[in-house]
């Protein structure tokens, strides 16, 4: 039997879309936004990843297919929209995606939004967490090893996401930590054994690029006369605090893993990956037997 059920304002059309008019909201649910869909670009909510949908349209699917306490997959789960949605409407979640990418963006979003954090609040699955996994994915696939590392800095975004000539650069970090124009740091990832001769190039590549740092990720530990070319090029002094950062540092994978991350103004405000909105509602979320 067909039933129409009829309630106050305008149904939902076939198209959501973001279309203001004066007579009033359309219909919601209680947990849906008072709006329609607004569209990603302009939002504060872009990240920079090609795929993205809005987190008001992912709210939506999930309100009406969906109850509180449900678990939602998502098995192409990209930059975390559908997960974010979903811990946001107390349903617990599982995503998937290959890309380490897009594993470093989900992190990132769950921290800002929600305070959650990998190991503790949930697991992630096939990530090295170790230096033996790291140097079997570079074994494996060195541009994904590449994306991985450079994920492993916060707030961290590639230089570019398709292979080709870099020109030196893998990753890009911008900060603020004055009132003047943000900073730049660069980063390159090394999977292969780092000499004296790489780590001149990245020398050149810091002064090339105006960069206020240069951050090398390697396997192995960078050698005596590649720290000694790093020293080469000073330091870096922050406004605030007056702290001396050096301009050209080293990291491991090892040692990133270890939380051992590189030196980075604490005052800076990190602009490489646009900040995920703070969500204040219960993410739910808390434990899922897989």
């Not at 893998?170 to 930590?177: A, T, V």
């Not at 000694?228 to 540092?249: K, N, S």
Request: charged fraction near 25%; aromatic fraction near 8%.
């Amino acid at each position: 039997m067909y039933r129409q059920y009829i309630g106050p304002g305008t149904p939902y059309q076939d198209i959501w879309a973001y279309q203001p008019n004066t007579h009033g909201v359309l219909h919601q649910s209680q947990e849906c936004i008072d709006e329609d869909v607004k569209y990603l670009e302009g939002e504060e909510e872009k990240l920079g990843f090609d795929t993205q949908k809005p987190l008001g349209l992912l709210r939506r699917i999930l309100v009406t297919s969906s109850d509180p306490e449900d678990t939602v997959l998502d098995p192409f789960c990209g930059c975390g929209t559908t997960v974010l949605a979903a811990a946001e409407l107390s349903r617990r979640w599982i995503g998937i995606d290959v890309a380490h990418l897009a594993v470093a963006l989900i992190k990132g979003r769950l921290a800002d939004s929600f305070a959650l954090q990998a190991k503790s609040d949930y697991r992630v699955i096939g990530e090295p967490t170790t230096d033996a996994e790291a140097r079997a994915l570079a074994n494996q696939d060195r541009d994904e090893f590449q994306k991985w590392a450079v994920g492993l800095v916060p707030r961290a975004m590639l230089y570019q996401q398709k292979k080709g000539a870099d020109g030196g650069v893998d990753g890009l970090l911008y900060f603020r930590d004055d009132a003047a124009n943000p900073k730049k740091a660069v980063i390159q990832v090394k999977s292969g054994h780092p000499s004296l001769g790489h780590a001149r190039d990245f020398a050149h590549v810091i002064a090339r690029e105006k960069a206020t740092l240069g951050l090398y990720i390697t396997l192995d530990p960078p050698t005596t006369p590649m720290l000694r070319e790093a020293d080469t090029l000073g330091f870096y002094t922050t406004p605030l605090g007056g702290h001396r950062l050096p301009r050209f540092q080293f990291r491991t994978a090892e040692q990133l893993l270890a939380n051992q991350p590189f030196q980075i103004p604490s005052s800076a405000l990190l602009l490489g990956v646009a900040t995920a909105p703070k969500l204040t509602t219960d993410p739910g979320q808390q434990t899922l037997d897989l």
